[in-house]
């Protein structure tokens, strides 16, 4: 059973940056790719980003320019920076490794002043 954990969520205020990690305990996101979802409260799940096997990016239009994903192989890892953070940013963040039933917990992402 594959694992992901996320972490680096927390509280910042509007204009501020985090940077998200999901570590895996196999080495899944170079054969599936990975991707980062957001819930807020009351909201569905939305896909925010992107990457796949071989490192092609996509990203929601509401965070392209402001948001990064990457990836590290060799620690089995996928990033997510977020830079100039709104307060409609806020919300539960997942990974995801693409075509899988393999989730993480999720992170929470509060942005507010």
């Known amino acids: 059973q594959v694992q992901l954990v996320e972490s680096g969520g927390g509280l910042v205020q509007p204009g501020g940056s985090l940077r998200l990690s999901c570590a895996a305990s196999e080495s899944i996101f170079s054969i599936h790719g990975a991707g980062w979802y957001r819930q807020a409260p009351g909201k569905q799940r939305e896909l925010v980003a992107t990457i796949t096997r071989v490192g092609n990016t996509m990203y929601a239009d509401s965070v392209k320019g402001r948001f990064s994903i990457s990836r590290d192989n060799a620690k089995n890892t996928v990033y997510l920076q977020m830079n100039s953070l709104k307060p409609e940013d806020t919300a539960v963040y997942y990974c995801?490794?693409?075509?899988?039933?393999?989730w993480g917990q999720g992170t929470q992402v509060t942005v507010s002043s």
């Open positions: 995801n490794a693409i075509a899988t039933g393999y």
